[in-house]
């Protein structure tokens, strides 16, 4: 490609809403364009960068024995009736009405889609397994698109969905859809991590979310500094806590009054004890299809309710703050609400690690009253989930090493969905007995527009993008010094037939630029390779740039080619 022909608008200024480099790089160096909130066009360069990655993606999953189809973006709302999705997904699904007043809705993910593929055509467990994927255009109305394509509306997904007549194959062809991913990450030359994930309400049958680790990722993930441990925090699990510091010891449970002590912090000091040995009470109010009501988790004093456990614990749509009216509602106290007889009706979960739990200090569900001796006993088994956040420093859960965190974005997600949809939507083989089950069932999703921005966000400097090999959207480029001397435009133009002969993805700037403004785009749009041809021609010599690190060799003419043969 020449650069005088290309289509390649660069710009000085960052958009006023990219915090991220790589929003403002793919964006001021004509990658991407924005046409709307989360809506991008992409520009020649950005296009070429999609679709390596889509072509790697299809790749390796069609070297699984998975096998590409194409859902209609546009799908009939009454799939998603059906599945009984159309009311809980929320605002992100963009539901509208064609001009026969048929309901609709703009394909988000495609469980319903690839469900009524399969449903009566394969009927016979001799025909299982069978994998479907696509790669297409998803929308989903995010509440805060942002970031550029990390987090737009409208984007580009792989979404694999398999079937199986036994749970085993289904964890069998997970394990083949971990291995692919990595391939692909590896292939994309990608810093990544597999984690452990949140199955959210479906069910804690497996889930793997893929992490490119970056500093300005949204993802918090927990990673053990000694073992293999790894996860998203949303599912990140430690080895149960302890203290050495001293346990307060009460003859019996009994109740105090401590009048506008209302915080952990208070009680902890009047008591002179640990924050360790109290219950904090986190109210919250859910919301659920129908109703909304007022729930009471019961974690440590010194721990966090993680939110994304809190949801799950309760099966709610929604959780959010209960304001002071919905608590006094509830004939809840706050500040002195404890698990110890709560007002009839309350919905309430209690942490894990306080099961059976001795000697704790706790709200009295009395205005300025605290109950202490308190022992954690008597409670059902469900009522005891996993609420709490992990933090840094804590131990692992496998090994007991430290764990540490650090900063990812999600770039794909596999999972055991199990016979949730097959279930709901009626979608069943025979068996080997002759006997009718739904299908058991596998889903397995990469951001490809994502990866386009999160390839940039985990590979950049302060001067602009640095691509790798495999996606750039060019492997080299040669710069012309000065366009208006002949000898090197003449080198150059034969240097650039040559690398196409080669085979090298190569872009010639031939623009009659300064060669200023030539290099720092070059810098900016962050192909791997530059050889610069200028004034060293009268010495014989061009120089090669590495954009990683933009170190400058000189080389020989008669080297040039070996040299080119090295790096490509
Ligand atoms: P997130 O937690 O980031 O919203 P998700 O859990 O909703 O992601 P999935 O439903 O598992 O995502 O979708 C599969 C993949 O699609 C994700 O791993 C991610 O790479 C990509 N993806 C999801 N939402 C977006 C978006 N709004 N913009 C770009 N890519 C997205
Ligand atoms: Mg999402």
Redesign the pocket.
């Known amino acids: 490609m020449r650069f005088s022909k290309f289509f390649a608008p660069t710009h000085k200024e960052a958009p006023k809403d990219a915090t991220l480099p790589s929003h403002s790089f793919l964006i001021r160096a004509g990658f991407i364009e924005q046409l709307g909130s989360g809506l991008y066009n992409f520009l020649p360069m950005g296009k070429m960068v999609h679709d390596k990655i889509k072509n790697i993606v299809k790749e390796e999953m069609d070297k699984t024995g998975a096998q590409e189809v194409s859902f209609s973006f546009v799908t009939p709302a009454e799939f998603w009736k059906q599945s009984g999705r159309y009311d809980v997904f929320g605002k992100e699904l963009l539901r509208f009405k064609d001009r026969k007043d048929n309901d609709f809705v703009l394909s988000p993910?495609n469980e319903e889609s690839v469900v009524n593929m399969v449903k009566n055509k394969i009927t016979s467990y001799k025909q299982l397994p069978l994998h479907l994927y696509q790669i297409n255009t998803k929308f989903?109305d995010?509440a805060r698109p942002r970031f550029g394509?990390?987090?737009?509306r409208e984007?580009t997904?792989k979404d694999g969905y398999s079937f199986h007549s036994s749970e085993e194959d289904l964890k069998r062809e997970f394990d083949v859809m971990e291995k692919t991913y990595s391939n692909i990450f590896t292939r994309l030359g990608l810093n990544f991590r597999a984690v452990e994930a949140d199955s959210g309400a479906i069910g804690g049958s497996g889930s793997k979310e893929f992490m490119v680790l970056a500093d300005n990722g949204?993802d918090d993930i927990v990673i053990c500094t000694n073992c293999s441990y790894s996860a998203n925090i949303e599912a990140a699990r430690r080895k149960p806590k302890t203290t050495n510091a001293e346990a307060p010891e009460a003859n019996m449970m009994s109740k105090f009054h401590t009048p506008n002590m209302s915080t952990i912090e208070d009680v902890a000091n009047f008591f002179k004890i640990d924050k360790f040995y109290t219950i904090k009470a986190v109210i919250k109010k859910a919301i659920y299809e129908k109703e909304e009501k007022v729930v009471v988790f019961f974690i440590r004093g010194d721990d966090e309710l993680q939110e994304v456990k809190a949801l799950n614990a309760c099966n709610a749509l929604e959780l959010d703050d209960a304001n002071e009216q919905e608590i006094e509602k509830a004939n809840l106290v706050a500040g002195y609400c404890g698990p110890k007889d709560l007002p009839e009706g309350i919905d309430f979960y209690i942490d894990n690690e306080l099961k059976d739990a001795k000697q704790m200090i706790c709200g009295a569900n009395e205005k300025d009253y605290h109950i202490i001796g308190f022992n954690v006993t008597s409670f059902k088994e469900e009522r005891f989930k996993d609420l709490i956040s992990v933090n840094k420093g804590d131990k692992c859960p496998c090994c007991g090493g430290e764990l540490d965190i650090t900063k990812g974005i999600?770039?794909?997600?596999i999972f055991q969905l199990g016979q949730k949809y097959s279930s709901a939507m009626n979608a069943t083989f025979l068996d080997e007995n002759g006997k009718a089950q739904p299908f058991y069932m596998g889903c397995y999703?990469?951001?490809v527009?994502?990866l386009v921005a999160a390839t940039i966000e985990a590979s950049h400097d302060e001067k602009g993008c640095i691509w790798n090999k495999q996606i750039s959207p060019f492997e080299l480029e040669i710069i012309i010094s000065n366009t208006k001397k002949d000898e090197q435009v003449e080198f150059a133009n034969n240097l650039y037939e040559k690398a196409r002969d080669l085979g090298i993805n190569v872009l010639l700037d031939d623009r009659n630029e300064r060669f200023g403004v030539k290099m720092s785009e070059f810098e900016l749009m962050g192909f791997p390779y530059a050889i610069l041809v200028g004034k060293g021609l009268e010495d014989d010599e061009v120089e090669i740039v590495a954009r990683d690190g933009l170190e400058k060799t000189k080389i020989k003419l008669e080297k040039l080619e070996e040299k080119i043969k090295e790096i490509f």
């Open positions: 993910t989903r995010e394509l990390l987090r737009g984007f997904m949204e999600e770039v794909g997600h999703g990469i951001g527009s994502r």
